[in-house]
């Protein structure tokens, strides 16, 4: 998918809502468990019930390898449910991979050409070589951890290095130099809203994907008014707090009524801000 | 598997090698195309030629997910092959995992319980609870990326801290803190020998699984010289090197005599410091 449709269709739909696929077996609706494929029926329910509300759906590869070879499948059914019922939405494999040159191209291949997934994350701390095969493909997006929304990203992300700056800006900055950079775009994690001003400073016009609404603690108003360009620029997820929503029959509707809020709210800011 | 048992393996075998297998389609004998799991094939009988020359083996995860779920069957089989027929050997899942700490004990659970791997490869980008999830589970050891022997290493492990060292030094210092730490091993990479007794003074007692012997221009003597410890302390992995050194029906006999020729170094540089 291209940088414009997505653009497009957050304007259509007032939304930058990412939706993450994380399906915990020990959460999921009871009922549930005695289908086949309990995980894919999940992520079917949870999709019918909400793509309208959302531009873009995260399965995070962990929930899956969890479950061996059937989890791999849930995986594989949910991509090409994805790309066959709605191939507007935008597809990310949340796998965080990253390894050297040769390596990287064969993770390249299993989620942008295997499994089809319109982006991947990546971690940043094997440096350029280790993300540059990523970005060979067209109209495929590779998203580097920038600065994450968990506890330790205060370990090492916010280090001050040698330039006086946190480590997360040098890795911003110096991914702006890779080939094909024009396909990166960043994880910022949401709880740290006042951090995306001078993060939009060294990458003005590049998608953020933001973690950490909700469940996490952060704020969609504050993340907005720090973190959003002109083209909108985020994507901003949520999971537990909407496919968790309730664990009876009518869980997809519960989900719906959660990914709801968060749409009138996005709508809303967009409505003040375009 | 217990560290002492590891220990007491090398010193049996006179051998620290840990053998890649990084396995590509495109590389392998062609003859192996026409059975039914090429992979599983393949591995199988390198493992039958070599297991007496190593203590370790590792598959890379990213050439396995390439091949979609054939790949994850094929990587199941191997590490089931060689947990049943070689308990003995030091099994690690080269897989560069790392997320926030929930995602983090699903990867754990993936490798260490449902695939029963020794060992898995970790990033440190996310910090202390990215990482600490997978050094709860007794007799597993956690791999964590230190300084990494390709050129984007330079980018930003070696950058400059506030403490005034490199990266790479604050994240094996801080590793040493973290609960469980003694599960923690470290990924040094063999192209830059004189870094070892730099790290030998952070992480005296700790593993160092090295890449970059061979294909990728490390010395195996250099290595020792400034990274073996009391318990010898070092995984010496090759990949390339070994298992594509003919593409002939008679493969893994040429593989048996490149993993000797490492072997025979092996047990010469152990005989002078032991």
């Not at 990914?259 to 409505?271: D, F, K, N, P, R």
């Amino acid at each position: 998918m291209t940088t414009q449709a997505l653009v497009s269709e957050i304007k259509k739909k007032q939304s930058f809502l990412c939706i993450g696929l994380d399906v915990d077996l020990s959460k999921i609706p009871p009922h549930l468990l005695e289908l086949e494929d309990p995980i894919f029926e999940f992520n079917k329910e949870i999709i019918q019930a909400t793509h309208h509300l959302c531009v873009a759906y995260k399965p995070n590869t962990a929930f899956y390898e969890a479950y061996g070879l059937k989890g791999w499948r849930s995986l594989e059914k949910t991509i090409n449910y994805l790309n066959t019922n709605h191939p507007e939405i935008f597809t990310i494999a949340d796998a965080k991979r990253g390894d050297i040159g040769n390596t990287s191209s064969m993770y390249a291949k299993a989620f942008f050409e295997d499994l089809a997934f319109d982006s991947i994350t990546v971690a940043p701390y094997m440096g350029k070589d280790s993300i540059e095969p990523f970005l060979e493909f067209s109209n495929k997006h590779t998203i580097m951890l920038a600065l994450t929304s968990n506890s330790g990203a205060y370990d090492f992300q916010t280090m001050t290095t040698i330039n006086g700056q946190p480590l997360y800006k040098s890795v911003l900055e110096s991914s702006k130099n890779w080939k094909n950079s024009k396909n990166l775009m960043y994880v910022v994690g949401a709880t740290k809203a006042t951090y995306f001003s001078e993060i939009r400073n060294i990458v003005p016009d590049s998608f953020l994907l933001v973690p950490g609404v909700g469940a996490q603690g952060g704020s969609l108003a504050e993340v907005c008014k720090y973190g959003m360009n002109a083209q909108v620029g985020l994507l901003v997820n949520s999971s537990r707090g909407i496919i968790y929503a309730s664990s009876g029959i009518d869980f997809a509707s519960h989900a719906a009524q959660k990914a709801q809020v968060i749409q009138s709210e996005m709508a809303h800011i967009m409505a003040d801000c375009f």
